[in-house]
């Protein structure tokens, strides 16, 4: 329990700047080296997860590469321009991006790259941020209801309930359109008085190119989540599949 505290407060505060590693892996050896964990049941452990957490670092990885082709800053003019210059309208692409940013490329790609564009974005068109930003840092929970790959919890819940990726979205989507529902009814009446705020429609620029490859690549990348998931093979051979391929791809 001690050494639980200890990584916990280290985790929050971050002292010197260290990662979170530095503190829980000596903890976790000192854990196992004193018995209280035996060095099987760590192993067992690890090898049972160890395919959850490939995957999710692959999907980071995946949600990287989406903004290194610039879907994030496509994404940015986008909301701009259909906006038009109304608040309200942008808390609404806001809430259709950060939804679906979220469900596939995970809530740490909406909250780390996508929230930041999203203020970008209002302040583009003179719109007042907080409604858009706070909408975009709660979308990034409750839109990750519907895909195993949408959260860490999901990818648990995912390997431990035997579901197939599809009946696990079948089973998620009806609770995840209802929470998107409502907590947009919430933030429009919390936040009228900002979105009632004037704003104006952003200088015509010339919209950047759409990041296909990056589009495609996430496209196959839900294509082979179902297909492996329809043979019942882990999930994380067609991410393993799909980066095998793009580094042939880099490569050629």
């Not at 959850?52 to 692959?58: D, E, K, P, R, S």
């Not at 609404?92 to 939804?99: G, I, K, Y």
């Not at 648990?156 to 209802?178: I, N, Q």
């Not at 009228?192 to 004037?198: E, I, P, R, V, Y």
Request: charged share 10%; with cysteine.
């Amino acid at each position: 329990m001690a050494l639980l505290v200890l990584v916990l407060a280290c985790a929050v505060t971050r002292p010197f700047g260290w990662p979170e590693a530095v503190v829980a892996v000596p903890a976790a050896v000192v854990v196992i080296a004193t018995g209280a964990v035996s060095y099987g049941d760590a192993l067992a452990e690890a090898e049972r997860l160890a395919p959850v957490i490939g995957f999710l670092a692959a999907v980071l990885v995946l949600a990287q590469l989406c903004d290194d082709e610039g879907l994030f800053q496509a994404c940015g003019a986008w909301m701009a321009r259909t906006a038009a210059g109304r608040p309200r309208r942008l808390l609404t692409q806001v809430f259709l991006a950060a939804s679906a940013i979220t469900a596939v490329l995970s809530l740490d790609a909406t909250v780390v790259l996508l929230t930041p564009v999203v203020f970008a974005t209002a302040a583009r068109i003179g719109a007042r941020p907080k409604p858009h930003v706070y909408a975009c840092t709660h979308l990034s929970n409750t839109a990750s209801l519907l895909l195993p790959v949408s959260n860490l919890t999901n990818l648990l819940a995912f390997a431990a309930s035997g579901l197939s990726f599809t009946r696990f979205a079948a089973l998620m989507a009806l609770p995840w359109a209802v929470a998107i529902g409502v907590e947009y009814l919430v933030l429009r009446r919390f936040f009228a008085t900002d979105l009632d705020a004037g704003a104006r429609a952003p200088a015509a620029v010339e919209p950047p190119p759409l990041p296909l490859f990056a589009l495609v690549t996430v496209g196959c990348a839900l294509v082979g989540f179902v297909l492996t998931s329809m043979a019942g093979v882990d999930p994380a051979w067609a991410v393993l599949a799909l980066w095998l391929s793009l580094t042939v791809i880099g490569g050629g």
